[in-house]
């Protein structure tokens, strides 16, 4: 499958930012699908994940409270608030996971968020 993420830009602290993510390509089922991020200098990051089954989500500890995860079939959105520019990052969407829920199979190309002070 391709996933084609979107919405990432320049915000300032404590503002808020929606980014989307959709699947195409050979759509068999819906797909368990999440959110990671990657900040210069720094490893890949968990942020967000909902299941296929029963939309159940599962938030990383430095965005539970502030990003909300939602899915309308094999689309997500991921809604940020109160962002800081600890937020700054590279966000990539993912699909399919091997490994519920911080493990991945499929990736899009990331969409850039930058928070500024």
């Known amino acids: 499958v391709q996933l084609q993420a979107s919405g990432g830009g320049l915000v300032l602290a404590g503002g808020s930012l929606r980014l989307s993510c959709a699947v195409s390509g050979r759509i068999s089922r819906i797909y368990d699908m999440g959110w990671f991020r990657q900040a210069p200098g720094k490893e890949r990051e968990f942020v967000a994940a909902?299941?296929?089954?029963?939309?159940t989500t599962v938030y990383g500890d430095s965005v539970k409270g502030r990003f909300t995860i939602s899915r309308d079939n094999n689309r997500i959105d991921l809604r940020m608030s109160r962002l800081s520019p600890e937020d700054t990052a590279v966000y990539y969407c993912a699909a399919e996971s091997t490994r519920w829920p911080q493990e991945f199979h499929s990736w899009g190309q990331g969409t850039l968020v930058t928070v500024s002070s």
């Open positions: 909902i299941s296929r089954s029963d939309s």
